[in-house]
């Protein structure tokens, strides 16, 4: 139900039946090609073989109709394409998939998706990037409250809040980018998985097919062996795991009560049917709702991967639903994502006031460790509680309470306090850790990530 | 990915974008009539309301695409509605959609659409039932060997597995229906759930529109207490796990080196793309692949029903698709134990074979437990144990071994022995067993279940 | 990790080793009772194999090792009490565990555990039910805001916001104490389900046995049908998505910022490490902590329902560790909600106070109901939808806009907009929905349930 | 319910509450010493913090009693040894802990404890790679059927199954190894993680800490970015998967129809509790039960990877018990496997033996290709199909039949097919991709992964 709310568009462009058919007829080309490259058919033949597979000729609807009978679609595709090379030529109709078996094909198609779609993904993680380090930048001095436990803990930066996203971010993406080129790999064994209808020229077709798809060679063959799609699975994970928790933090940060920040938005977008002052976060609860369903679908993923003897009955078949949801949903948050930051309002007044909303007690651990100096720390952890406990009571300002208390007054006048009530002076070495997130994220991804 | 494979197109046509809409435009029909019935708004407009709610001049794409702006389709639909009610009547048009909120015609509408999926997956279930009741009578004779951990174990019969299959398949489908009437509620509550914006006759317009739709009246609102879609999601969990046994039991019967069935089938099912021997089960395959995704996608309902407040932030948009999956999915699984138990060939000769392959070991808990008769169970216990073992090494059948051992043959002599080894008179109560499930399967389905 | 600090005790005690092994004890004993009963063992022999199972003489720890190696607990036990019995009276000894298998016992005694780990939950349950019944009747007075989307929304009563997680809880509880009656059956059908060792008297066997284990009786042997066991995971996962529902309110309503709500405490609890001043929400967080674990383990049940032929290779197995975890971790959440609730303190201030937060944005939709009734609900929303954004920008409050809109004053002066604006006459029906579910609360549990 | 049945008792041991307390104390020593490193505090009373935190001094027991009431461990621990130091010297007692916060110390332990047990499983992983290694070269010309969705297929080699075995666990394990080190990284961060607590030298503390503890260095505090624990727990996953299909493949090449593989066994192991003459597969059914507790503990993690500001209320909490279970899970499959390879008994005669059980029919697609030369793939395809089909009907050889079809004679004759038959002949490059792997196999971890 409404699932192109929560979907990018252009990843479910690739991932449809009729791409994958697309991506079974690349492959069906590109073998009959590697084929002739290593001399096992002729070059001409193989041509027309490609030829067909280009011409747009075979109706996916049809394949798509008949596979529900067959059990996978690779099986109508090749008889079609046989005919239509047929209609040329029949010699040539026998080198069509010769050699291949049907999970052959649909698993190399489905890696040539996945790449495909993984690419889409890393432009747009691209973008967020890019947002997300100048945000960190020019908010390293927007001095806000940390919460921990969903309690008021002591400052923070908007800026430093926003490096603890990035630096996830930045290790998600790298292992997209890895497994974008580790973990697509070529599927190409025929019947069990030995080449046997290759002869013995088959280890070079293997060769020459990986390069022409530009899919990675594997060692042996990987019919039951189905870790890679788990990894891939895994990294999706991973990014929305990261996307999920920045959605979460902003659609609280976004409360009615805490409102620091306010998702940019024209008219229609965020309204509520029944209140017409409401403004409802629609990013953050689009990337909530889409990261929500990734674990679920990991689950199933990795329950698929026991496939048992040569090609499994029924596990290989479900992995295919689940991955290309995990895409179009990640892609989807991705997208959200980037509208989110694309025109986000950060409220630096409303962050600065709600540091005061505790009158001084988030600022209770730099006093007790300014105190402990002189009298240590269980002492001065002893102190400071008490006066927090009053200060709460009272309702004044912890300032006041401590400089009325005299075994704190003793070490610590009205001079040295008020500057620890600043939150500037309380950001810690949060500067130099934006800084260091920042310098990751200026680094070029490592090399082994380039083919990606 | 083919999900089209795996899916029942009966439900699927059901829960679509277009069936939704068309669901909500109900909801809002009804709402009109129902505060018309109770005297809040004049009938004739009321009846204006509902006639272009059903006239379909609303066009789904266009509420669709306006959706993924406004976060939900309910407020470009009512916005929609509202202006063409009031293209004929301006005086009517603020009665549309009054009182309630978007999750309340969404949720209703969903419920419509649960409640009419289920119904057409109990039709389905009743051929599916009536199949294996005829089944489970006709072969209460057919002998087969009972298997445990994959071990030949002791003989049964055909009739008693399929009635084991049935037994179980009972009671999910009673709680499909269970929850078919009780779990499908109708939403109604407004902005937060306290009906303030229908007056002091809210109370009489939850339950007109409650009877107007045939959906149950809830107690109070349910905006963000989501058990009851936990509880169906559950349900069609059961279900896919009892349908994904009888899947597994079949496939691995139907193994070649077992050969107990046999999936009947036309030209082009089951065929291999490489091998032309080869038939494949196809609807074993399809069974195993639907359900394999349902365990994931019921976590996801279940982290699903965490939902904050008086309506949540992603957690309810998270739901729609997972419960969507999760009827088309098992939806499918039905059917296709439906083509699989409509022409199954059962290979009685072979499963007879089948029990002779150990050469008289299955039925050494008989003898045994004859023989412990007179030397009691430990004794007799070591004593067939090692008749087994030896048997095993010197490849002779286990009565040629127990007719050499005179521990054995001073209890029990050949006309003794021989009975023991029939499979007929191996299996126990197997055929009351049956029976008892007979007897549940011709009940009537309970009264609490009739509404469904 | 430190699991005890998330699970329920009294429960863990009933799941242990030791503890199953004592119900695979009770289970010996009946049975032979049971043959007794039917006249197919003699009554003082059975008597002796119960006195010998009650007697306490079996040691756990040498059971549990021996498991290891036989791959369950059932084949040692059976082995140990044949020996026991056999030192007294070694007929009796051939009476021990007669036409039962292993499978048998460990289903059976998981049943019995499950039923008594289900009753101390449903106590558990039942002192939270009243606690919730009372802050529901209480509160129904105690305004607060109702937030949608984590934005204020609109009024409601704190008492109303409980009834909504009380009819939730009710209906969890029920679910509980059905499956507890009717899911809680015994397993009893030898080697292969088909009581082939009990002689014609088995089905009477099953009966009795039944009787005095309070277990209900099956139709057929389940070894391999478990839907019953998903169905009381199920049931947990319900209770625990509520439970974790009411969690993250309270957690929600503890923010500094929002401070709704606060937990009783003592020294010692909910302190920081670091932060003097800091109260952390324990019993949220623990419920929290827990409830997230269930949706996995609930998928992992699933998963092993799929139990091939008549007794499964591993999946019966893998059950055993998740449906422990499952009750002891909702039993951990139950305690810690009745800890939340027997002291929570509710700041009815400041839910007033916050109300006020928008400076009566919250009223937006009573004011354009009113409104429409003169100029119709598009225009009305129209007219408020920019008042609300004017207050917004100005920072005023929304009366005060209302009051100098000339397009607002020419229907509603004064007078009339003042009673709008107290959230006491916001709540609509709140009371009434309140009441529906205390009606609901004070019913006895059906007849049907009786029996839990 | 009998979890040590399926774990890794030396895993077990690495991962109990006392364990991680140790761990907890190895920071606490370690960070008092690295802030002695830079200067921060004094040696000699670094000195005594580490010596009282190696002392044994603090009871494991008590620590686990008062953190259920404290929500973590870690503040009554710390409380605890700040008492114990001051007992010795009360300024040093102000040195405990100082700068950082709960989490700090137990993540870091996390992190220990997860390197520690990764290690462990990383060596039971070599002996089975070294075993699995030896059996793939043993037994490559070890002929036996290849199975497609549970069909005899064509000919492989037991030696080529195994290499694809081991080619999976190779990467898993290279996986596991990888994040050994990456991703056990320290945590340090203070109460919101920008070492506020530390003063200007936190960075260097930060990175003596890291050098001290073995842990990789963070660039960022991670408290709530926990991609990293998602990477371990899918690892393990991936580790599961791949051993629960080697377990899957075992238990089907042991069942009593197929019996190309026998567990090896001593008395006790594998033996039923009704039927003598069983011997059920326990390794292949432990691993089973292990690994399908995976998937849902990896959801788990998943969903817990969402949490919420500075430090999360309960996510963070749940992903301790699943990534322990996984640990101790995934490290009790790998112990069964090496259990199983240890003394596993191939039966290569009745491989051979059920190559032949289709009478000449897996030879089908090798026919077909012979054929094919001469008459087209399409044209083959369809002779050789219509000779299957009639070989199956009538019960004779494939080999008789082609024989006596001209359309086949014509072009291969008896001695042109005979080799054809041989499985031999039929195992394609099985013995190149075996080498590819054992190549692989050979081949060193590659550096970034020797600090694992």
Sequence with gaps: MFDQLFKDSEIEALV??????????????????????????????????????????????????????????????????TALVGETDGEAARYVHAGATSQDVIDSATMLQLKAALLVLDNGLGRLQDRLVALADEHRGTVMIGRTLLQQARPISFGFKVAGWLDQLIRCRQRLRRVGSSATVLQFGGAVGTLAANGPRGLAVLSRLSERLELAEPVITWHTARDRLLEIAASLAMLAGCLHKIAIDAALLMQTEVGELVEAGDEGKGGSSAMPHKRNPIAPTMMIAACTRI???????????????????GHWHAEWGPLTEMLCLTGGAVQQANDLFSGLKIDAARMRENIEATRGLVYAEDVSLRLARYVGKPESDRVIKLACERAKQKGVHLREVLLQDPSVTKWLDQNALAPIFLPENALGLADELINRVLRLASQRPDPETKRA
């Excluded at 590697?34 to 049809?62: H, M, N, Y």
């Excluded at 674990?295 to 009955?313: D, I, K, Y």
């Design 16 to 81: 449809t039946d009729e791409a994958i058919i697309g991506a079974m007829l690349r492959f069906e080309a590109a073998l009959a090609q590697a084929q002739a490259d290593v001399g096992l058919i002729p070059a001409e033949q193989a041509s027309l073989v490609a030829r067909v597979c280009g011409a747009g000729r075979i109706e996916p609807q049809k394949i798509i109709t008949l596979a529900k009978k067959a059990g996978n679609p690779a099986i109508p595709l090749v008889k079609e394409l």
């Design 295 to 313: 674990p679920g679908l990991l689950a199933t993923v990795a329950v698929s991967m026991v496939q048992e003897h040569e090609r499994a009955v």
